[in-house]
C-alpha cells in the first residue's frame, strides 16, 4: 500500500490511501476531504492534486499523546507546515529526525517514508505541500541559494532535512495557507489559484530559509527566541484588547528595545505591525467564509469603528469587507 498508518503500540490500521506520486500528475484538480472518526480521536482530512503537486490539510483532536507508525511509497519533496501541536517525526528509510512546535515548519526529500509521528498533544493541525521531483527541479532549480543546493542534493538522490531545526512560520506564509483552506473558486479556476499558491509557498519559505541564515544579533539564544514566540503568541490570543509595547515586554520577560529589535528579526515586522496584518488576515478569512459580518469582525479584532476597520481593510486588501463577503 502507497500510504498507510498504524498504531505504534498494537498495529491497528488508522488511516490509509492507495494514491502515489505518478497520481499527481493528473491535469485536472482532484480534491477530497472527509471527516474520521477513529479509536484515536476525532480528525477531518482534505488533500488536492494535480500536475505533480499535492497539497493536504489535516486537523485532529487526540484522545491521548500517541505514536502512529507510517509507511508511504511516495518519491517527493516534502513541505511540512505544523499549524498546532508538537510532533517528532523520524523516517527511518532516510535517517532524518525531525522536531517540530506549533507554527514550525521544514522542507525535506525522501525516497518514501517508513518511521514514526510521536503526537505529544491533542490538539494538531497540520498543512503540507508535495512536489513530484520533476516538478520540483523545473521550479526551484533557479530559486535562491538553499533551495539550488536543496535542488542539487535531490539531483543527486540525497534524502535529507533542509535545516536541522524547524523554522517559526511567517505571517505571509500562514496567510498564504489559510487562502489556500478558504478558497472559494470552482473547477479550472480552482486550479489556477491553487498552483499560484503553491509557487507563493514555495518562495516564501525559500526566502524563510535565506533569512534564517542571516546573523542574529538580538535573538541570539534559544531563550530569546522562546520569549519572543511567547509574545507573538500572546499578541494573537488577544487581538481585541493588546497589550501596550512596555506590559508585552514586562509578559515577555524582555526589555523593549530586545522585543522591538528582536521581534522584527525573527517575524519580519515591527510588534503592531504584524498584529494590524494578523488582523486584517483573520478577517478575510472569516468574510470569504461567511463567518462573520463586517461589523462584528471590527469589534471582535479591537478596532475603535467599522468605519475604521472597514478603511484598513481597503487598504491592505484592495477591497472592502462588505463587497469580499458578498462576492
Known sequence: MPLEVRHHGDQRLIHGNDYVASDFQVSDLVEQARELDLPVGKGYLAHWYFD??????????????????????????????????????????????????????????????????????????????????????????????????????????????????????????????????SCRFVGPLKKLFLYSKALEILVLQADAFEQAQASRRHARTDHDQERLLFARDYLVQHLALPPSLPELARLAGLNEFKLKKGFKELFGQTVFGYLSDYRLADAKAQL???????????????????????????????????????R
Open 52 to 181: 505533480g503537486i499535492r497539497m493536504a490539510y489535516a486537523r485532529w483532536h487526540y484522545h491521548e499523546p500517541f505514536t502512529a507508525e507510517w509507511r508511504a511509497d511516495l518519491d517527493v519533496v516534502h513541505l511540512h507546515f505544523n499549524l498546532r501541536g508538537r510532533v517528532i517525526i523520524e523516517n527511518r528509510r532516510a535517517n532524518t529526525l525531525v522536531q517540530l512546535e506549533s507554527y514550525q515548519h521544514n522542507l525535506s526529500y525522501a525516497h518514501g517514508f517508513e518511521g514514526t509521528m510521536r503526537h505529544e498533544e491533542l490538539e494538531s493541525e497540520t498543512f503540507i505541500l508535495q512536489f513530484t521531483k520533476p516538478a520540483f527541479l523545473a521550479l526551484a532549480q533557479h530559486a535562491n541559494e538553499p533551495l539550488r543546493r536543496f535542488c542539487a542534493a535531490v539531483l543527486e538522490g540525497q534524502q535529507l532535512v533542509l535545516n536541522p531545526q524547524g523554522l517559526h512560520l511567517n505571517l505571509p506564509l500562514h496567510t498564504a495557507i489559510r487562502e489556500v483552506l
Open 288 to 326: 470569504q467564509e461567511r463567518q462573520k459580518t463586517a461589523s462584528e469582525l471590527a469589534f471582535e479584532l479591537g478596532y475603535s469603528s467599522v468605519q475604521h476597520f472597514s478603511a484598513a481593510f481597503k487598504k491592505k486588501f484592495g477591497i472592502s469587507p462588505t463587497a469580499l463577503r458578498g
